[in-house]
């Protein structure tokens, strides 16, 4: 090693899962005159490319035994990547034992992540936890002064760069920054490993619990223009942001992932072809219909002016239909399961618009956890997943909420548990007609969507307001029945809400008095 902490690799140890780039590697490595040692596949490949190697075995004097369990764990492998080159005591142990320096470590570890993503079987995805892998990693991170460790096949033009600059050297700089992805690395295999055993012992909150993201994509900035920002995937599966592919529209921002997020967990909940309409993560518009384009509309209809700059998340294909009635519209994200190319066509005009295609929907009843950062940690809890059923209604008035209003009113507390608190949503035929979200107070919900509701019917030339003869849904029980009394004047005819107040008694008395039919379920839905 050089006083400017430059180290000439003379010898490296490569055994890698994933093939990509490795000849181009080899090639490099055999340019500098590296002497390659290796194992199984990666020497058959590299041997392939016509890249002298050396097996491990023949290093170590010892066959891999156990069907490969056992092949680099052993003295001459971590004693020439752990020993310490300006250490008298360890170069005189090396001498001793007749291990060699090895100045370059090339690892990515069996694929676990990915057995476990295809719902490998038991068997198979503990043969996938990699042990020597992580070992060689750990140990040349932890010798990065002596010895450089890649661990991703996107970093080796990073490393064949360094080597060119500095006649088959590397720097200290180099190797740190390695060895920081290295440990990073290790420490992301560890958690999802631990994670897979967490869930199959299902213990959703263990003593220790390990979060790992792979860094998906560096955002212009966050929430607000000063504040910097980048998106990481987890190993979880769940369909959405994560998973879409984009197909077209400007990179995505911070305010853009959320928002879509929140759209298409809210679309995923119905059945029926449906859209959703959302602004700053909350819905200003949804709706189900026969047709996809009829949703859209009458989404739309809930509140067009928040609507516009919103993200529109739909449970069906895109259509043709549906992307003409949309593209009158300015918006900034469309999610969708998938589209009909004629509809990619149509849209292709709006060219800052991102499509985004997800393949599929996430499902509202799968268990998981989500997350929220706090000041010196973070809130863990389990998905909601709860949902009111026609089954699970109980209707509490002496007037019973007939046919039609019992299926708004389950609409509508779906609506309802995707609100920011405190929650109002007023719905009729499948669709919002006003919605209320994230007031301190829940009277004050109940009035700003009724409002909202009449100043949409005002600009589309309506007679009335559609909160007459709509039903309402509260995320939360009444605490005193002013709430329901706004609702009430604004003209809904039926509740639904969970119950459960100290003032049941009396807010079921003032529906009473209305003639109102309403039903508790039993369910709150907080959001925050």
Known sequence: MSDAGTV?????????????????????????????????????????????????????????????????????????????????????????????????????????EAAVARRAGDAEAIEQIDIGGPAMIRSAAKNHDAVAVVVEPGDYALLIAELDANAGATGILLRRRLAATAFARTAAYDAAIAGWFQAAGQDPFPARLSLAGERRQTLRYGENPHQSAAFYATAASRPGVATASQVQGKELSYNNLNDTDAAYELVAEFAAPACAIIKHANPCGVATAERLADAYGRALACDPVSAFGGIIALNRPLDMATAERIGTLFAEVIIAPSAAPEALSILARKKDLRILLAGTLPDPRQAGLTFRSIAGGFLAQTRDTAGATAATLRPVTRRQPSAAERADLLFAFTVAKHVKSNAIVYAKDGATVGIGAGQMSRVDSARIAALKAADAARAAGLAASPVVGSVVASDAFFPFADGLLAAAEAGATAVIQPGGSMRDADVIAAADAKGLAMVFTGIRHFRH
């Open 8 to 112: 000439r690799i003379r010898r490296a140890l490569v055994s890698v899962s994933d093939k990509a780039g490795l000849a181009e590697l080899g090639a490099a490595l055999r340019r500098h005159g590296v002497e390659v040692i290796s194992t199984g596949g990666t020497a058959q490949a590299l041997s392939a490319a016509g890249v002298p190697v050396r097996e491990v075995a023949e290093m170590t004097g010892m066959p891999e035994m156990m069907g490969g369990r056992v092949k680099t764990l052993h003295p001459k492998v971590h004693g020439g990547i752990l020993a310490r080159r300006d250490d008298a005591a360890h170069v005189r142990d090396m001498a001793a034992a007749s291990i060699q320096a090895i100045d370059l470590v090339v690892v990515n570890l069996y694929p676990f």
